[in-house]
Each structure stands twice: as C-alpha cells, then as structure tokens.
C-alpha cells in the first residue's frame, strides 16, 4: 500500500486506527505486518505495515520483484495504488490500471493463498491540500481511474481479489 495514506501526518495514526477499531469492534484477530513501523505506538496500536510514501505502482511491484513478500505470511494484503501515478505523471489512466493490473497477478502468484482487497483512490480536496498537481485534472484522472479500476476488479472475477471503495464511502 502506498505510505501516503498510511504513514500518519501530523499527530495521527492515519486511517489505520479507525480501521483497528472497526476489527476489534467485529472481535476480529488480527496482527499488521511490514517491514516498516509509523504511528503512536501504544497497547491498542499496531504500527505495522509496508507503506512506502511517494512511490508509484512500479516502484511498489520492483520492491515486490526484489523480493518485499518473501517470507510474508499475510492473509489479506490491503492495496491502495496509483494516487502518485495520477498526480505525478502523464501515463494514461489505462496504463496505470494496466500496471496495478500487473502487480495483482505478480501478488496472487506470489501468495496464492492470501486475499488482496484493491481501494480506489480516496478523494482529495484540490482546495485543501498542499500536495503539488493535485487540481481538476487530477480530480478527473482520479475519477476516471476508480471507475476503470472497479471495472478490472469485478472482470476479475476471483474470490481471492475485492475491489473497496475510498472513494464514495
């Protein structure tokens, strides 16, 4: 997952808190993993994970190339890909859905046992946000790439990928 969403800003946990609360909340066990350690550390944190901040989706698929899942036990992988790509570049919204396209079937045939739930890019306020090339543009690539994510996901078909949505929820 990329670090930007899971690296906290400021004084926060990021969106991992809410997150372990919705999981204890539905007495679900769980234990984050990663090589990586971010957050207010504390009995009822877990400050696990393998966000890498700034990076695109083929910066994530050469860490996952290099070898980033051996030795990985995880039973679900949370993916959330291409706000980077979307802002920092000018591929083609089919192009980037094509990489994360990729990078699942490198994942799924890596761990096949594991699960792997997609999110669609969460919205970002062009108004708000210091993050440079985040404009109307962006906010249309943003929404263009959601949809045609959604679409790959359920043409997809498999039990083992699901698509969430960030965006709508």
């Known amino acids: 997952r990329g670090e930007d969403a899971v690296t ?56 996952v190339a290099n070898g980033l899942l051996t030795g990985v036990q995880s039973e679900i992988f949370l993916l959330t890909l291409g706000t980077n790509d979307l802002r920092s570049t000018n591929k083609a919204v089919e192009d980037i859905v ?18 792997v739930i997609v999110t669609s890019v969460p919205p970002v306020n062009a108004a708000t946000t210091s993050f ?18 959604s679409t790959l996901i359920t043409d997809k078909a498999s039990s083992k990928i699901t698509f969430a949505d960030a965006f709508n929820s």
């Open 8 to 63: 906290p800003l400021a004084l926060t946990n990021g969106y991992r808190d809410n997150l372990q609360t919705l999981l204890r909340a539905a007495n679900i066990n769980f234990d984050f993993v990663g090589s990586r350690n971010h957050g207010q550390a504390s009995a009822n944190f877990d400050t696990d994970h393998d966000g890498f901040g700034g990076s695109q989706i083929g910066g994530i698929a050469a860490r």
């Open 98 to 115: 094509d990489e994360l396209d990729s990078l699942l079937n490198t994942i799924t045939a890596l761990k096949p046992l594991s699960r």
């Open 132 to 149: 440079a090339g985040v404009n109307a543009a962006f906010a249309t690539r943003v929404t263009e790439f959601n949809q045609q994510l």
